[in-house]
């Protein structure tokens, strides 16, 4: 059975930072592209961050987040991470993490309807 699972969220103040994890289990996620989406309150779940298979080491970045953000993997511990640098309010959301199931050595991901696996979400609050 497929599970990604998020941590790392909280009550952050406005400046502040958080590391966002992603455990992945149930297949061998090095081989596919994986990537994070946020949904605040009355939103669409929107595109944040995706990185590349493991060997491709490609990412991408929505433009609210570049520079502040970084998407990274470890592969020896199956899990994703996103850090969260110089946090803002408009980042308050729940954040997702996703995996694509069907294309192998794929790149980096950002449109919703691509992704296969998905978390339960884990929430980021930034105060102001």
């Known amino acids: 059975q497929v599970q990604l699972v998020e941590s790392g969220g909280g009550l952050v103040q406005a400046g502040g930072s958080l590391r966002l994890s992603c455990a992945a289990s149930g297949r061998t996620f090095s081989y596919y592209a994986m990537g994070w989406f946020r949904q605040a309150p009355g939103k669409e779940r929107e595109f944040v961050a995706a990185i590349s298979w493991s060997g491709g080491r490609s990412t991408s970045y929505a433009d609210s987040v570049k520079g502040r953000f970084t998407i990274s993997r470890d592969n020896a511990k199956s899990t994703m991470y996103l850090q969260m640098n110089s946090l803002k309010p408009e980042d308050t959301a729940v954040y997702y993490c996703?995996?694509?199931?069907?294309?192998?050595?794929?790149?980096?991901?950002?449109?919703?309807?691509?992704?296969?696996?998905w978390g339960q979400g884990t929430q980021v609050t930034v105060s102001s």
């Open positions: 996703a995996a694509d199931g069907d294309d192998i050595f794929g790149g980096p991901i950002t449109q919703y309807s691509k992704y296969d696996y």
